[in-house]
């Protein structure tokens, strides 16, 4: 059982940023089967079904707000496109990460989150700041974050996807509030 419940929202001007219900699972399980965004990311499994789905939102609604919040991004029209998390590894600060669905992309709705995203963190999340990679063969969403005022910090991670089977040189940046 859940003692503390995920209850943030954030509305921007196309999206709702809200916490993941387990009647999400098949459209996310539909959308994060695509493994051109598998493998953008560090922790997504490729091939990606409703069991990874479930226990995604299961992990999600149990973790502890103060620490992580994972939110989806619900568009007024076409519903869940998409997924924002922020996590707080032990003795680390918040990383953001994101992902949209393929029929979505190139038309802002990742700057639309994040920059979102960022208010929310300053202004209700109370942080200062907040770190973020992308791998070095994903520009775009190296423009995203940049975008938002991301800057580069000169570090290079190689950090594991588990989609690829294998490390990836990773672009560390970070956001000061
Ligand atoms: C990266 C991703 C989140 C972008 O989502 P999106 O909604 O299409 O993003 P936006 O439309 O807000 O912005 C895309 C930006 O990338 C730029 N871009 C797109 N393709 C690019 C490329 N090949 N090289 C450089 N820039 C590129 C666009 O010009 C735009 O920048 P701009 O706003 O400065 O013009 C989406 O492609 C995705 O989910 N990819 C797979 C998962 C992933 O990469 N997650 C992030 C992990 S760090």
């Not at 190139?106 to 994040?114: C, H, I, K, N």
Request: aromatic share 10%; charged share 25%.
């Amino acid at each position: 059982m859940c003692l503390i419940e995920q209850t943030s929202r954030i509305e921007t001007r196309r999206l709702t940023l809200r916490a993941p219900a387990l009647g999400d699972a098949p459209r996310l399980a539909a959308l994060m089967a695509d493994y051109d965004i598998a493998r953008m990311t560090s922790r997504v499994p490729h091939p990606y079904d409703l069991s990874h789905a479930a226990g995604f939102i299961e992990k999600a609604q149990c973790s502890d707000p103060r620490l992580d919040q994972n939110f989806l991004l619900e568009h007024e029209d076409d519903g869940v496109i998409g997924g924002l998390g922020l996590s707080t590894p032990p003795g680390q600060p918040p990383e953001v990460g994101y992902w949209v669905g393929r029929d979505w992309w190139g038309r802002g709705f990742a700057s639309e989150a994040l920059q979102g995203a960022l208010v929310w963190a300053s202004r209700d999340w109370k942080k200062r700041y907040l770190v973020a990679g992308h791998f070095t063969d994903n520009p775009a969403s190296g423009a995203v974050l940049c975008r938002a005022g991301f800057l580069y910090t000169g570090e290079v991670q190689a950090r594991h996807s588990i989609a690829r089977g294998e490390e990836a040189p990773t672009r560390m940046m970070v956001w000061v509030a």
